[in-house]
């Protein structure tokens, strides 16, 4: 069964995130919207979430972290959700994500592991959205994101 995906992206400068965000979103039957219109009642109709900004000065987009601080509390690991982002130094990773995923934790986020991390187990769908998203990165044309999905023999 898939579940139902949200996912919330804050894309500002090129739109390179929200590009990353509609291919996972198209493989994940997921819909994408903007951290303004994912409002605490918008969430609690999606099983899984998904959170996705550009990096400025190092952080998420404060349109996503001041949405996720106005968000209520609630009992620890209630909702699944998955951090992803895009950035002109993506090795840095961990130490925007890391900042990032503790403030969801603390909202009551379940943060899945990220995929890029050692002995990873997502699912299938989650996988091919990810290896999506990195085959398309810095790609635009469509025909290259299709032939990225069709390289995502995820097992």
Known sequence: MTMKTLIVCASVHHHNTEKVARVMAEVLGAKVCSPEAASSECLDNYNLIGFGSGIYYGRFHESLRARIALLPTMPSSERPAF?????????????????????????????????????????????????????????????????????????
Not at 97 to 124: I, M
Request: with cysteine; aromatic share 12%.
């Open 83 to 155: 951090v992803f982002s895009t950035s002109g130094l993506p090795w840095l990773w961990r130490f925007w994500h890391r900042p990032f995923t503790t403030l969801l934790t603390q909202k009551g986020f379940r943060v899945c592991p990220d995929p890029h991390s050692e002995s990873v187990a997502v699912s299938k769908e989650l996988a091919l959205g990810f290896h999506d998203a990195w085959t398309c990165r810095g790609r635009v044309s469509q025909r290259r994101c299709q032939t990225g999905r069709s390289l995502g023999n995820v097992g």
